[in-house]
């Protein structure tokens, strides 16, 4: 989930075709999450092959990011999580137990035959193995796309590539790329503009909204340093932060104290004493300099072949999916041919 800033964030909400002919580092796991959640039956059960196997995080995956690539002109390079820090552990725990909960919920609607219930308790079922991770990659790589195996966290390789100027921003829900160092983060990257809510049943319209870091640090008067402060305070997925501090009061007591160390004792000794260590995972990600976000050529016999063959797609759809990227990289042959025919 990240870290929980909204009330303090400085936005521009923006149209999707605004962003034809810029770059984005897009949070794979994340994305490949929200597949699994949302892209099931009425009932909440996700898609399958006829063996079986899950297949909601590829169906998104394939008709969204070409959607993005070849009508939209977005350039997407896809980040994936690498190991995640010792820190995250209790996370990912509370996740686990969540998920378990949320399973029992929804098997007790099913019977109940309350399907909507069912359905919103399905969303928070999800579980991303590292088998549909390759499965993931796989796809990508047959339709040309690049991606990047994070050594961590994808938000702080995302990060890096904005900062290194890869890319034109980070693209994440979470915030947790702006503590990373991200110079821009790109929010709610989707085609369909609107986002559910499995506490409400219901979806929300939205936009994808830019968060430029320069303004931010302007408007709110603090570095990015005391910006990760403001954050551990709040709590993060790696510490849980003071309970009754959101982060309005968490901003004025890190503009009014400069930083942790300075703040009043009766408030830092609530903290967890791990914070200097949660300030490092921010201020000093693990990424790798080792990418490529050059398009390559789409194999499109293996393509039908993985997704309708093995995995029961319609090979209609996915032949549309083939020739969208042949555009793409045909588009981009020629441009790079261009422009060194003007060197």
């Known amino acids: 989930m990240g870290v929980y800033l909204t009330p303090i964030i400085v936005k521009d909400v923006v149209d999707l075709r605004q962003l034809g002919g810029k770059s984005l580092a897009v949070d794979g796991n994340e994305m490949l999450y929200e597949f699994l959640s949302l892209i099931r039956l009425k009932d909440g059960t996700p898609?399958?092959?006829?063996?079986?196997?899950?297949?909601?995080h590829l169906a998104?995956?394939?008709?969204?990011?070409?959607?993005?690539?070849a009508d939209y002109g977005i350039d997407l390079v896809v980040v994936f999580d690498g190991?995640?820090?010792?820190?995250?552990?209790?996370t990912v725990e509370r996740r686990?137990?969540?998920?378990?909960?949320?399973?029992?919920?929804?098997?007790?609607?099913?019977?109940?035959?309350?399907?909507?219930?069912?359905?919103?308790?399905?969303?928070?079922?999800?579980?991303?193995?590292?088998?549909?991770?390759?499965e993931?990659?796989?796809?990508?790589?047959?339709?040309?796309?690049?991606?990047?195996?994070?050594?961590?966290?994808?938000?702080?390789?995302?990060?890096?590539?904005?900062?290194?100027?890869?890319?034109?921003a980070a693209a994440s829900k979470d915030y947790d790329c702006l503590l990373f160092g991200a110079p821009r983060l790109l929010r709610f990257l989707t085609i369909s503009g609107r986002e559910y809510l499995p506490s409400r049943g219901t979806f929300r319209p939205l936009k994808p909204e830019v968060i430029e870091m320069s303004r931010m640090h302007e408007v709110l008067g603090v570095t990015r340093e005391q910006l990760v402060d403001v954050g551990i305070l709040i709590g993060t997925d790696f510490n849980p932060g003071i309970e009754g501090i959101g982060p309005k009061t968490a901003l004025e007591?890190?503009?009014?104290?400069?930083?942790?160390?300075?703040?009043?004792?009766?408030?830092?000794?609530?903290?967890?004493?791990?914070?200097?260590?949660?300030?490092?995972?921010?201020?000093?990600?693990?990424?790798?300099?080792?990418?490529s976000l050059?398009?390559?050529?789409?194999?499109?016999?293996?393509?039908?072949?993985?997704?309708?063959?093995?995995?029961?797609?319609?090979?209609?759809?996915?032949?549309?999916?083939?020739?969208?990227?042949?555009?793409?990289?045909?588009?981009?042959?020629?441009?790079?041919?261009?422009?060194?025919?003007?060197?």
Not at 49 to 56: F, H, L, Q
Not at 261 to 290: A, G, H, M, Q, Y
């Open 294 to 343: 050059q398009y390559s050529e789409p194999r499109r016999k293996q393509l039908i072949r993985f997704l309708c063959i093995e995995r029961g797609f319609n090979r209609k759809r996915v032949e549309t999916v083939a020739k969208r990227m042949e555009r793409v990289y045909e588009k981009t042959k020629q441009s790079n041919l261009e422009r060194w025919a003007r060197m």
């Open 83 to 90: 190991n995640p820090p010792v820190l995250k552990r209790k």
């Open 253 to 291: 007591l890190i503009k009014q104290h400069g930083r942790i160390e300075e703040l009043p004792r009766e408030v830092l000794s609530r903290l967890d004493e791990n914070f200097n260590e949660v300030r490092k995972i921010f201020l000093e990600p693990s990424v790798t300099l080792n990418y």
């Open 60 to 69: 998104g995956l394939v008709y969204r990011v070409t959607r993005l690539v």
């Open 136 to 168: 993931a990659k796989q796809s990508l790589d047959l339709m040309g796309v690049p991606y990047v195996q994070a050594p961590g966290e994808a938000e702080a390789q995302a990060a890096y590539m904005a900062t290194s100027r890869s890319v034109w």
């Open 47 to 56: 898609l399958k092959d006829s063996s079986g196997r899950v297949t909601s």
């Open 96 to 134: 686990r137990i969540a998920r378990k909960r949320a399973i029992r919920e929804y098997r007790e609607a099913l019977e109940r035959g309350d399907t909507a219930t069912a359905f919103s308790k399905a969303v928070m079922t999800s579980r991303l193995t590292p088998a549909m991770v390759g």
